[in-house]
């Protein structure tokens, strides 16, 4: 069989996977770099997916070492050879991945070109049915377009040659495109052979970039850029007939093959991230987007929840309404982002019901098909729409029609616990202030709520206490103090009940 021989590289640290990647013409010798992974977890689902012959790992690495990679790897995959990477260190490790069949190491301070190239023909021979030779094309032109994505600069002498040959014309663009439901089998080549047949005169490539959407390198003379755009937008209007919801990316004109990698990073990734807020357009084409408004990000969520409690659920709406909209306006703003801030919108609502007695089992419910829905949505009119279906629940559950409002006393205990919370306050010194008997009022605050009165109170606190801590500004101590504990010890075992954490481990896992 006459083919490259196929490695993979295993490695937590990047820049010795793009080191081993980069450093040569491994296909000039006969190899071709399929993939790569971060660790032996990750290793094992690429090794399914590509198929090697050969895999570079090392040993020490997160999630699964290199030592339970090659075993796993070697009871599944025995025709798959191994090469491991070690320091002086780890030779216990290396003698057990040896015993467990990998075929060679080298140790890493060791490390160089041409001893990996000796050890890799020197494996790549125990492989039977691989008769590999060496290439002499020099670079494929998919290794230089990765280097430049890596962010590596390409040699003139002798690897710019090689672009200019396959990219004679002078001017570039990036195109990518995302079909509606996801991408299929060769749906990267099919879209390239469909680009070729409508537009002979352009040169394109398809970008070996990690990324689940096809991205091409489009070469086309200075003359014809402006022809070739249209073309693309007839094509684009022509697939978005019906209720097609592909979507088709093009970056700004560039000059040269060297800004590839700058211009994919730094404005093709986000581009496709904009078809979250422009769903009516066929194509979005870099440099036509509207200016940007970066004032509307402004959400002031303690006058929106205001309204909430005041029964004016209507000017929450629409002042929600309108900051959603200007997102869409201000469309540089992170898609993820948004959706988090919604979500905890939605969780806090949920929460300032609670604390307003105002109950609904049906949103109690329903507010997790909420969480999902935000967190799927594929655009802007698509979340508004699941905000304003989830406020006209908030707005039944507060007019009385989706749960039951409390009595005033109710709200005004409430009221005073939250005011006062920082206070020795007590069962006995609640009832004095409100005139109650001690065991009526905690009759009456079990009959409103399904926390007794101390577990409410303590809610409370931990809930400040979290506040507090996420500040990063003051000690446990006096938080501890600020928020009505006046046993140190006392209030750690608190906070530990509510939050499943010690104040001290809460504060590092939020500040890691």
Same mark, same amino acid.
């Given at each position: 069989?006459?083919?490259?021989?196929?490695?993979?590289?295993?490695?937590?640290?990047?820049?010795?996977?793009?080191?081993?990647?980069?450093?040569?013409?491994?296909?000039?010798?006969?190899?071709?770099?399929?993939?790569?992974?971060?660790?032996?977890?990750?290793?094992?689902?690429?090794?399914?997916?590509?198929?090697?012959?050969?895999?570079?790992?090392?040993?020490?690495? !997160?999630?699964?070492?290199?030592?339970?990679?090659?075993?796993?790897?070697?009871?599944? &995959?025995?025709?798959?050879?191994?090469?491991?990477?070690?320091?002086?260190?780890?030779?216990?490790?290396?003698?057990?991945?040896?015993?467990?069949?990998?075929?060679?190491?080298?140790?890493? !301070?060791?490390?160089?070109?041409?001893?990996?190239?000796?050890?890799?023909?020197?494996?790549?021979?125990?492989?039977?049915?691989?008769?590999?030779?060496?290439?002499?094309?020099?670079?494929?032109?998919?290794?230089? #377009?990765?280097?430049?994505?890596?962010?590596?600069?390409?040699?003139?002498?002798?690897?710019?040659?090689?672009?200019?040959?396959?990219?004679?014309?002078?001017?570039?663009?990036?195109?990518?495109?995302? !079909? +509606?439901?996801?991408?299929?089998?060769?749906?990267?080549?099919?879209? +390239?052979?469909?680009?070729?047949?409508?537009?002979?005169?352009?040169?394109?490539?398809?970008?070996?970039?990690?990324?689940?959407?096809?991205?091409?390198?489009?070469?086309?003379?200075?003359?014809?850029?402006?022809?070739?755009?249209?073309?693309?937008?007839?094509?684009?209007?022509?697939?978005?007939?019906?209720?097609?919801?592909?979507?088709?990316?093009?970056?700004?004109?560039?000059?040269?093959?060297?800004?590839?990698?700058?211009?994919?990073?730094?404005?093709?990734?986000?581009?496709? +991230?904009?078809?979250? &807020?422009?769903?009516?357009?066929?194509?979005?084409?870099?440099?036509?987007?509207?200016?940007?408004?970066?004032?509307? &990000?402004?959400?002031?969520?303690?006058?929106?929840?205001?309204?909430?409690?005041?029964?004016?659920?209507?000017?929450?709406?629409? &002042?929600?309404?309108?900051?959603?909209?200007?997102?869409?306006?201000?469309?540089?703003?992170?898609?993820?982002?948004?959706?988090?801030?919604?979500?905890?919108?939605?969780?806090?609502?949920?929460?300032?019901?609670?604390? #307003?007695?105002?109950?609904?089992?049906?949103?109690?419910?329903?507010?997790?098909?909420?969480?999902?829905?935000?967190?799927?949505?594929?655009?802007?009119?698509?979340?508004?729409?699941?905000?304003?279906?989830?406020?006209?629940?908030?707005?039944?559950?507060?007019?009385?029609?989706?749960?039951?409002?409390?009595?005033?006393?109710?709200?005004?205990?409430?009221?005073?616990?939250?005011?006062?919370?920082?206070?020795?306050?007590?069962?006995?010194?609640?009832?004095?202030?409100?005139?109650?008997?001690?065991?009526?009022?905690?009759?009456?605050?079990?009959?409103?709520?399904?926390?007794?009165?101390?577990?409410?109170?303590?809610?409370?606190?931990?809930?400040?206490?979290?506040?507090?801590?996420?500040?990063?500004?003051?000690?446990?101590?006096?938080?501890?103090?600020?928020?009505?504990?006046?046993?140190?010890?006392?209030?750690?075992?608190?906070?530990?009940?509510?939050?499943?954490?010690?104040?001290?481990?809460?504060?590092?896992?939020?500040?890691?």
């Amino acid at each position: 069989m006459n083919r490259l021989c196929k490695v993979l590289i295993v490695d937590d640290e990047f820049l010795v996977r793009q080191g081993i990647k980069h450093h040569m013409n491994w296909e000039a010798e006969g190899f071709n770099i399929v993939g790569e992974a971060s660790n032996g977890e990750e290793g094992l689902q690429q090794v399914e997916l590509l198929k090697p012959d050969i895999v570079i790992t090392d040993i020490v690495m !997160p999630v699964m070492n290199g030592e339970t990679f090659v075993r796993t790897l070697k009871a599944a &995959y025995p025709q798959i050879e191994v090469i491991v990477l070690s320091s002086f260190s780890e030779f216990e490790y290396v003698r057990s991945t040896l015993q467990h069949g990998a075929a060679d190491y080298i140790l890493k !301070p060791k490390l160089d070109t041409n001893e990996l190239l000796e050890v890799l023909r020197r494996t790549a021979g125990k492989i039977p049915e691989l008769h590999y030779e060496p290439s002499h094309d020099g670079y494929r032109i998919g290794q230089l #377009m990765e280097k430049m994505l890596s962010g590596f600069t390409l040699d003139e002498e002798n690897e710019m040659p090689k672009v200019r040959e396959t990219f004679p014309l002078g001017s570039f663009r990036l195109f990518a495109f995302q !079909p +509606e439901n996801g991408l299929k089998n060769q749906e990267h080549e099919r879209i +390239e052979a469909e680009l070729r047949k409508r537009l002979p005169e352009v040169g394109c490539a398809i970008l070996p970039a990690e990324s689940s959407l096809p991205v091409l390198l489009l070469n086309v003379k200075p003359e014809q850029d402006e022809e070739m755009v249209e073309q693309i937008r007839e094509w684009a209007k022509e697939a978005g007939t019906g209720n097609d919801t592909s979507v088709w990316v093009l970056s700004e004109k560039f000059g040269s093959f060297e800004k590839m990698g700058e211009i994919y990073r730094e404005r093709m990734v986000k581009l496709m +991230e904009f078809s979250f &807020y422009y769903t009516d357009r066929s194509i979005l084409v870099d440099g036509e987007l509207p200016p940007m408004h970066p004032a509307g &990000y402004q959400f002031n969520v303690n006058m929106f929840l205001q309204h909430v409690k005041r029964n004016r659920v209507e000017a929450a709406r629409e &002042y929600l309404r309108d900051h959603t909209a200007s997102l869409g306006r201000d469309y540089i703003a992170d898609v993820f982002e948004i959706k988090s801030f919604l979500g905890n919108l939605i969780f806090n609502v949920t929460i300032t019901l609670a604390d #307003m007695d105002v109950q609904s089992s049906g949103l109690e419910e329903s507010k997790y098909t909420y969480f999902k829905n935000v967190d799927g949505a594929s655009s802007l009119s698509e979340l508004m729409q699941e905000l304003d279906q989830f406020m006209t629940e908030v707005e039944e559950c507060v007019s009385g029609s989706g749960g039951k409002r409390s009595d005033p006393n109710m709200k005004m205990l409430l009221d005073y616990m939250h005011e006062n919370f920082d206070q020795p306050l007590g069962l006995s010194e609640v009832a004095k202030h409100f005139h109650f008997n001690p065991s009526y009022l905690s009759s009456y605050f079990s009959s409103h709520k399904k926390e007794g009165f101390n577990e409410y109170l303590n809610k409370i606190r931990i809930e400040k206490a979290e506040e507090l801590l996420r500040s990063d500004d003051v000690t446990i101590s006096e938080i501890s103090s600020m928020v009505g504990y006046s046993d140190h010890s006392y209030f750690c075992k608190v906070f530990k009940k509510f939050t499943g954490l010690s104040p001290s481990r809460y504060r590092r896992k939020f500040w890691a």
